[in-house]
């Protein structure tokens, strides 16, 4: 999951799979991973995990990322209430312990926290899905698929255009959400012109809509 946030110029993963990789001949699983953290935000004396998960947090240091408690919270609601997405890990899968996804136990857990039960089929019910490029060439329209080839979920994105108001725009540089988050004076060339594509079309979309309400009201 850390992958979908390899955001530049830094690129944290980069950064942490480079201080793994230049551990000391010999070191152990752990040393590796800390040389990881260390790589990332420096040699402390403590270190935090926030609300999330999401990233490692020095304690003091108010320039680390952080997620909200609204992002964090709005986004366990969505996926109670509309997206159940059965992630979860094997015998022998990643370095942590097994957690495979367990219906039930999500379907408890949605219901005491949130008072909702999960509807695992309600996407592709409502949305359609199966063949998603038959669905929106159907009945879509004025939509934007901009995926960042670094983002692992960009894997299930639309990476090809549909039709003249469907478009997608991948990058090969990009992660997760990376094109709607605030510029910064560091954004590399590529992300400002993906944006200005992005912006350009939807004001084309919207020059066109008052173009056809104004025909419609002569």
């Not at 995990?49 to 997620?67: C, E, K, M, R, W």
Request: proline share 7%; glycine share 8%.
């Amino acid at each position: 999951m850390a992958a979908q946030f390899d955001d530049p110029p830094s690129y944290p993963v980069t950064m942490i799979c480079s201080g793994i990789d230049g551990a000391p001949e010999g070191s152990d699983v752990l040393s590796r991973i800390f040389s990881g953290v260390i790589a990332l935000r420096g040699n402390m004396s403590c270190y935090s995990i926030n609300a999330a998960g999401f990233s490692i947090q020095t304690v003091g240091d108010t320039n680390s990322p952080d997620l909200s408690v609204e992002t964090v919270e709005g986004w366990a609601w969505q996926r109670c209430s509309e997206m159940v997405m059965p992630i979860g890990r094997g015998e022998n899968d990643t370095m942590f312990p097994p957690a495979p996804f367990d219906l039930t136990t999500f379907i408890h857990y949605c219901t005491t926290s949130y008072g909702v039960s999960p509807r695992p089929h309600w996407v592709t019910t409502y949305y359609g899905g199966h063949d998603i490029e038959l669905i929106l060439s159907r009945f879509g329209s004025n939509i934007i698929f901009s995926n960042g080839l670094r983002d692992p979920y960009s894997i299930g994105g639309v990476l090809k255009n549909i039709s003249q108001t469907i478009v997608a725009i991948p990058t090969v540089n990009g992660s997760h959400c990376l094109d709607i988050v605030p510029a910064k004076s560091t954004d590399p060339e590529w992300l400002v012109i993906q944006r200005k594509a992005e912006v350009d079309i939807i004001e084309s979309w919207i020059s066109q809509y008052n173009a056809d309400l104004h025909a419609m009201k002569k």
